[in-house]
């Protein structure tokens, strides 16, 4: 099956997940980081699903699902251990017109649940296309020894960098793009010479750390 990547901006909208295990758990942690409003339905829930109720990070209803928890849902994830309820939460899920993942089964899912590796406002997703969630955990778990937190603050350099070059003619602002991207910046970030990357920095795009205001947090 051939995915459309897409990146959904579900700041502030309802996320129903109906089911309390481990998969559970990992699905609704994913939709915090972003932000969403989660709701969990299940008898029972992990120990930390549990303090994210009590700390009110989501909104917990400890009992079984009903038809009526899907209204008003923006994304719906049916991660219960029966199969058949899961595709039953699918089928109700769509004719209202939610977006809905049915754990384990995507080929009856509108959409599938990459590994993701974060940092910061970097987000990398891998995806077999539902053929095997392992290779996607391997190449992920490779990719996190190369790509360290230099990288999130290197893409907040780039964010700032965008920014302060807005008003610069289209061929030059493109030009520093590219040079200060290519450049050995994260390498220098990540051994912690953060003099001589910012000297390179002020060498292609003529600007300080300072100047793009990023503060001495995100450079330690």
């Known amino acids: 099956m051939k995915y459309y990547p897409i ?80 595709r039953h939460i699918g089928e109700r899920a769509r004719k209202l017109g939610a977006l809905v993942n049915i754990v384990s089964e995507p080929k009856v899912s509108d959409f599938t649940v990459p590994s993701v590796l ?30 360290g937190k230099e990288y999130e603050i290197f893409t907040n350099i780039m964010g700032a960098i965008r920014t302060k070059c807005r008003s610069l003619p289209v061929k030059k602002r493109r030009r520093i793009y590219s040079q200060v991207a290519m450049s050995e910046i994260p390498e220098l970030l990540r051994e912690k010479r953060y003099k001589k990357a910012e000297k390179v920095l002020m060498n292609i795009a003529g600007f300080s750390f300072n100047e ?5 947090k995100s450079q330690s």
């Open 212 to 216: 793009l205001k990023l503060s001495s």
């Open 7 to 86: 990146n959904l901006d579900l700041k502030g909208k309802k996320c129903l997940v109906v089911g309390g295990g481990r998969v559970a758990e990992r699905r609704v942690i994913s939709l915090l980081e972003c932000e969403a409003d989660v709701i969990v339905i299940s008898p029972r829930v992990t120990p930390k699903l549990e303090r994210l109720s009590v700390n009110k990070k989501i909104t917990y209803k400890s009992r079984s699902y009903k038809p009526s928890d899907l209204r008003g849902a923006y994304l719906i994830i049916a991660s219960t251990d029966n199969q058949k309820l899961n």
């Open 118 to 147: 974060r940092r910061g406002n970097l987000l990398l997703a891998i995806s077999t296309s539902g053929t095997s969630p392992a290779l996607s955990k391997r190449l992920r778990s490779n990719l996190e020894t190369i790509l």
